[in-house]
């Protein structure tokens, strides 16, 4: 095997004007593709095992050490990347079968960053970004020198306090700490758009947009028409809102028909409004029940949260996580060292090493996260028979998109199930679970999609650096109409204080599964019969919507995106009409209450 793949990249080496492979070799053939794929899987997902350990260690345990390690290992597994893209660019034109097609093309756009063939550089951009991802996970705001607050604490400030005044200092005193990130960004966008200007793409951006399985223009397109689908839901909800916080906040802060200011939405960056909630409730129709309480009261821990969220999969038919899941997961914060608390879900050795990294507080936003991590792990084991270049999700938003679907069926009429809420909340109070649902995931829609709107410009050059902060807030404005709550300077990197800037993951596809999720739920709750308005269905205990669920997880990213999302819904279009139908009797009783308030910004 081994040396047959060394044959290949010989004579691909002909190919690349870089070696001989003797007389008569012709043109790069099917048979060599197919040596260079099955050479390149065992070699990427060996360096991806690597990179994956050293990356666990440096994001649970920050220090300079683990920081060079965790860059070099990376560098590792992205220039082997960029090798490999480069070689199967090599094969454009040639007729190869289709599973050896799909993993070229995998091959040519995998990459999130690319990094420059010449090694100083590479070395720089792999230094930048995990210099960047860790000056994020050690970020803390210090009002005084003995009072130092990480994003977990500002973050309950922002959920539990309606002190303007608090609000604002907490806002201020996290966004001052992406300041020193600001020039790092710069050289980080110079150098990736070199890389990715290597392989061939326009820009980064163009290189991200090109995973859809479709032009990266034609995605773009794709994307505002989404947009376009959802923004009058968004928007009802946005006027019903900013009413309510005039009157909460006073006219002098709120204005009547302007953005809302970014700190007075229960959330650092205004991306989910949720922790509002018990003041936006609809007066006559609140369920009356609040699962941070319950959660508090019984004192659960973050492990017990957790064996409840696979206790829901379970009831799926999925599969008992690992022993090893519980032993090697970080749970919660350790007390002795800096981690990057923002969650996430890991498959270190990309069969079962399977691993969540969360500092799990007991609030019902935590509990949700839980179960949107628990996603990315079933996932991750459901494609892992697959060969390495498919272990990953049919696109970036479905992997975003499972747990969230799961969060869908944890209506009130599963959480009584469990045992966490004791009697079911009357139908009267449909609108209140609906609002906090949209509070969640409406409000979501716009913060999702803009991150990447000003990313790609900043990527293509249209957005100039020094430009970076201003067209930041116009596109905040502009898509969700909140706005920064105190002037703004080009000193300012107001993006740099949101995790997956400094950490660079695309963005799009969180707005993606905000669609997606509602698409999923639909055909779930089909096939498990709920004959119930969709908010009200939940699919716990029901094998055959999880075995419909696990088998299209399965396909991993075999085949392209439409043909998996059909095999789940019978459609191969992401439709936003899932999202608007699910909210449709919430958007009724907020056009009701806005009627005669102005509305847009
Ligand atoms: O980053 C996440 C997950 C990990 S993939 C916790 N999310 C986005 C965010 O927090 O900004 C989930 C929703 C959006
Ligand atoms: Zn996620």
Known sequence: MKRNAVLVLLCLGVVLGLTSCGAGSGGPSAADAAKLVA???AELLALSNQAGQAQWIAATYITQDTEAISASLTEKAIQAGVKYAKLAAKFDGVTVPPDVARKLKLLKNGLVVAAPGDPKLSAELTKITSGMEAHYGRAKYCP??????????????FAESRDAAKLLDAWKGWHATAKPIRADYVKYLSLANQGARELGFKDSGAMWRSKYDMEPDAFAKEVDRLWEQVKPLYVSLHAYVRNRLRAQ???????????IPAHLLGNMWAQSWDNLYPILAPPKADPGYDLTEIL????????????????MYLSLGFSPLPKTFWERSMLT?????EVVCHASAWDV??????????????????????????????????????PFLFRDSANDGFHEAIGDTVQLSMTPEYLVKIGLLKSLPPESAD????????????????????IDQWRWKVFSGEIKPEQMNATWWELRKKYQGVAAPLARTEEDFDPGAKYHVPASVPYTRYFLAHLLQFQFHRALAEKAGCKQPLYRCSVYGNKEAGKAFEEMLAKGASQPWPETLRLLTGKSEIDATA???????LKKWLDEQNAGKPTGW
């Open 39 to 41: 050479e390149a899987d």
């Open 144 to 157: 005084t020198a003995d009072n130092c607050q990480d994003i977990g604490q500002l973050g309950k400030t």
């Open 249 to 259: 906040y006073g006219e002098q802060v709120v204005p009547a028909d302007g953005p």
């Open 296 to 311: 508090k009261a019984r004192k659960a821990t973050a492990e017990q949260m957790t064996r409840m969220g696979e206790s």
């Open 333 to 337: 914060k350790p007390r002795d060292r």
């Open 349 to 386: 050795d990309n069969v079962d090493d399977l691993r969540i990294k969360m500092c799990i507080e007991p609030t019902g936003e935590d509990f949700f996260t839980i179960h949107h991590e628990l996603g990315h792990s079933y996932y991750q084991r459901a494609y892992n028979k697959q």
């Open 431 to 450: 609108v209140g679970v609906l609002m906090k649902r949209a509070l969640e995931k409406v409000a979501f829609l716009p913060f999702g999609l803009m």
């Open 579 to 585: 999202v608007v139908d699910y909210f449709a009797p």
